[in-house]
């Protein structure tokens, strides 16, 4: 069964930083692109940062500069550093894989995790 399962989220004040984690089991993590998506109430999944197998990144203008997506294949893991939070970053932060490298369009990731809650405010 292939699974993602996101963690690390929480409530972080603006400013702040936070890391959350995407785990995958029943497959290895670096045979497929993960992204990273975001929703808040009322409001379209958006895209906010991906990682091909070659380890190419890319990211949503409003967040570079700020978050870092990296992952590690012994952990089967990956991360999305988030840095510098605003409260407009608060949302569900979502992982997938896709076998699509390059793309921050949902429609193209065909596993998904629960998704993780984080919070920004003062």
């Known amino acids: 069964q292939l699974q993602l399962v996101e963690s690390g989220g929480g409530l972080v004040q603006p400013g702040g930083s936070l890391r959350v984690s995407c785990a995958a089991s029943?497959?290895?993590?670096?045979?497929?692109?993960i992204g990273w998506f975001r929703q808040a109430p009322g409001e379209e999944r958006e895209g906010v940062s991906c990682?091909?197998?070659?380890?190419?990144?890319k990211y949503v203008d409003s967040v570079k500069g700020r978050f870092t997506i990296s992952r590690d294949n012994a952990k089967n893991t990956v991360y999305l550093q988030m840095n510098s939070l605003k409260p407009e970053d608060t949302a569900v932060y979502y992982c997938?894989?896709?076998?699509?490298?390059?793309?921050?369009?949902?429609?193209?990731?065909?596993?998904w995790g629960q998704g993780t809650q984080v919070t920004v405010s003062s």
């Open positions: 997938a894989a896709s076998n699509v490298g390059g793309t921050l369009l949902a429609s193209l990731y065909h596993t």
């Open positions: 990682i091909n197998i070659s380890g190419i990144t």
């Open positions: 029943g497959f290895t993590l670096d045979r497929y692109a």
